[in-house]
């Protein structure tokens, strides 16, 4: 496992914590959880071989990670019933599209 990889992924947790804290501090706890959740778009990985590559692009191959379903985040984001797990999804899909490039 590179330092990179590492990173990448201490990252899925450090920027959900940290909007939690910066945005939602009131509850945020709860916050936390929901943003935390993005992570779980990642059961697509389960769908490929091998599962973890470090050399792909997440965004545009898995399943949960296409282009098309980036507005739906979006969407989630700016709803208020679905707003922070709305976020929480489209903080992962950014941080795993910086790291393609």
Do not use: E
């Amino acid at each position: 496992m590179s330092i990179g990889f590492l990173v990448h992924m201490l990252l899925h947790v450090v920027v959900p914590v940290a909007t939690a804290w910066l945005f939602f501090r009131p509850k945020f706890r709860q916050a936390t959880w929901y943003l935390l959740a993005g992570i779980l778009i990642d059961v697509d990985h389960l769908l490929v071989r091998p599962i973890l590559d470090p050399n792909r692009c997440s965004v545009g191959f898995h399943l949960l990670h296409q282009y098309w379903l980036v507005p739906v985040y979006v969407l989630l984001a700016l709803l208020p019933k679905t707003r922070l797990i709305g976020i929480g999804l489209v903080l992962h899909i950014i941080l795993d599209w910086i790291d393609c490039h």
